[in-house]
């Protein structure tokens, strides 16, 4: 698929268009007390996306692209667990890739098969779906994350990136575009040639972080401080 053909530029209005519903239907959720549409949406991602992901390994194994090794493989997780459980390190964890990693996989999207290929429709359904999960929880239904959870998302991110890296070694492949840039082309070709583009990633990621958990953590603060005076 190229980059913002029609059938990316569909998907990016129908990404657009989902974020104020996830926002309502959530805020709905909490008005409520119903948890209809987080159960709903938890039972879905994998009931969808893995039999998509059983049928592709099955059809057309690849071994640089269908195993569950991409970070949008542990973020659905993060996501159907958050959207199940509300856990607040399974809520950051989807906001944190969700809103970062996943939010570039959709406006540059690194796919090698268009519409209506399975594999099209198996990518969108799960990157979609994940950053729609976060908004749904963080300003939905209203569980944001704090410095403690901002903590451990950085160091669930530097394990899989640990694995990930040690793999592709192994293997000759490239989960996580941690041994070289993709192909069509994304925001890593402004970070400079390997291994500099992995270093200024780690460390912008690490600030963006940061930024977004800054708000909520002064949020935090003056309720706490408001509840004890």
Known sequence: MDA??????VMLVVFVAGLPLAVLLGRW???TGSRLVSRGAAV???LVHVPTQVYDIATR??????LPFHLSDLAWVAAAVALWTHHRYAVALTYFWGLVLTTQAIVTPSLGEDFPDLRYFAYWFIHLLVVWAAVFLVWGRGLPPGWRDYRFTVAATFAWAVCAYTFNELAGTNY??????PRGGSVLDLLGPWPVYVLAEIGIVIVVWAAMTWPWGRRERRAASAASS
């Not at 913002?4 to 530029?9: A, G, M, Q």
């Not at 996580?176 to 840039?181: C, D, I, M, S, T």
């Open 29 to 31: 959720e909490r008005r």
């Open 44 to 46: 879905a991602i994998p």
């Open 4 to 9: 913002y053909s029609s059938s990316h530029v």
């Open 176 to 181: 996580g575009y941690l041994q070289r840039k």
């Open 61 to 66: 194994f690849e071994l640089g692209v269908s």
